[in-house]
């Protein structure tokens, strides 16, 4: 009966394995797929050129009709070729997955699109910059990565004491810099770092976004009440921390809870409900690692 139990225990684990895994890699798909639309139907018919491997792509497709797929492919298939000599065999499942698929779907002919759905180059760089940058989240979002400048960053952090993000944004800016003297047009260039600027702030808005956490501390000589509906009603752990007020010089209980933005509103309205009275100071996290919110991803 016992190996019988952890045989069931052991294929219900692997189950749940295998569909996060399918939930990790079509969710990618998804962001992978936006983030080519983003190129496909906004940037190239502008000839506006952006950040990344992707962005060298099209500022050689621009000038030689190289199809954006193989070269991304090409310099790609180098760069890894580097990272798995330097960084290690472990470097990233994902990441060749991600490198593959977008290959794949920047190969599909650009005549197979509809030609500029806007005219005006400054929204084609805004929506093309919001879609690409909406996409990269999705990826991000499930620990992947689309390769190119992400992996130069990794192997020159490796030998220099340098941020990856400043590594990345130095590249971005030469590349899309690089793009004047092939289209010889100041105005795409401009255009090329405004699509830059929105890509990352879409990007930070919507990581920011779907994971933002709060940190809440509550004061309240009820917080035995307080903490048993935050356990039971909320899901969430709290932590009772010994205090002293300095003012008073009693001895405090202070609860401490993490949660979801989205359910700071729930546990406030049972606080008032309780205690009126109450002091409750909140504050945004950037980042919650463990059950019931993010996993760790080495």
Request: hydrophobic share 50%.
């Amino acid at each position: 009966i016992w190996m019988a139990n952890n045989l069931r225990n052991m294929v219900k684990s692997k189950k749940v394995k295998v569909k996060s895994v399918i939930k990790d890699y079509t969710i990618m798909l998804l962001g992978l797929i936006l983030y080519v639309l983003s190129w496909t139907l906004f940037l190239i018919p502008a000839k506006i050129t952006g950040g990344g491997i992707s962005g060298l792509a099209a500022v050689i497709y621009y000038s030689t009709k190289i199809p954006i797929g193989l070269t991304y492919f090409t310099i790609n298939v180098v760069l890894i070729s580097f990272a798995l000599k330097i960084l290690g065999p472990n470097f990233g499942v994902k990441t060749i997955f991600n490198m593959v698929a977008l290959t794949l779907l920047f190969a599909v002919p650009q005549e197979y699109f509809p030609g500029a759905l806007i005219e005006d180059n400054f929204l084609s760089a805004v929506l093309g910059g919001m879609m690409g940058g909406v996409g990269i989240g999705l990826v991000f979002s499930r620990g992947g990565s689309t390769g190119g400048t992400d992996i130069i960053a990794m192997i020159v952090n490796k030998y220099r004491n340098m941020s990856p993000g400043r590594i990345i944004l130095y590249c971005d800016v030469i590349i899309i810099s690089s793009s004047y003297f092939l289209v010889h047009s100041v105005e795409k260039m401009v255009y090329g770092f405004v699509s830059m600027a929105v890509v990352s702030y879409a990007l930070d808005a919507f990581l920011s976004g779907s994971n933002a956490s709060a940190q809440i501390f509550i004061f309240s000589p009820k917080y035995d009440e307080i903490a048993d509906f935050i356990n039971t009603e909320s899901v969430r752990g709290v932590t009772v921390i010994d205090g002293t007020g300095w003012y008073t010089q009693q001895d405090v209980k202070i609860l401490m809870t993490i949660v979801r933005k989205k359910e700071a509103s729930i546990i406030f309205r049972k606080v008032k409900e309780i205690d009126p009275d109450a002091f409750i100071s909140m504050g945004s996290v950037m980042g919650v690692y463990g059950k019931g919110f993010d996993k760790l991803k080495g």
